[in-house]
């Protein structure tokens, strides 16, 4: 299912808002509809644009991020929200949190973070609407608990941050029965993710030693890297 997030950056410092529609444009299926420096630009854009998910600084010349993020939730109820801010006091992160965003990130964003972060929200937004009901296990995964040892307790997973064990156990099926290699991007269409989320759990997988890449020339000359499954046995 191809999906296109639309996000709008609500910055009042045109350069970090610079700096972060540039590391969107490493992921596939998001868009920056605009970017705002003020919370009077942003409700305009939001009235003249759909808009799916807002970066949203707290601190803007003429309204506060939180009151700005009450009226855009009027405007649009299913808009979603990541917050990027200096703001660090429980007070203010702790009515954040309560009032449903996605995720709260403090500044300086380390690129990385943002890009797991988006990627997530592209998951997240992808397999919703692939389902007519929601199974308690799609909840489980989205709120961090494995509960694959069908034990009534829930666990917390014991996988790196960003790394879905049901996701990765279908990423070692795939791997398992691929014998010429394959690209992120042909896993991603295989799994039904983006790109990077593909080559994330591909990257994972190489530094626990189940899967080695190659870099081959494409047909344009440009090299694209392939990654195969090691089997036990090869050095």
Known sequence: MTILIKVLIVEDDYRIAEIHEKFLEELDGITVISKALTGKE?????????????????YLPDISGENLLKKLRKLKKNIDFVIISAASETHIVERLLRSGIFD???????KERLLETIERYIDFVRTLKKKHVVEQKFLDSYFGFDTSDDKNSRNIKDTPKGIDPLTLEKV?????DTTEGITAEKLGEKIGASRTTARRYLEFLISEGEVTADLQYGTIGRPERIYFKVHVGET
């Not at 942003?42 to 707290?58: F, P, R, Y």
């Not at 070692?172 to 398992?176: L, N």
């Open 104 to 110: 709260y990130m403090i500044k300086p964003v380390i």
């Open 172 to 176: 070692k099926e795939i791997m398992e």
């Open 42 to 58: 942003a409700l305009e854009i939001a009235k003249q644009h759909d808009v799916d998910l807002v970066l949203l600084d707290l």
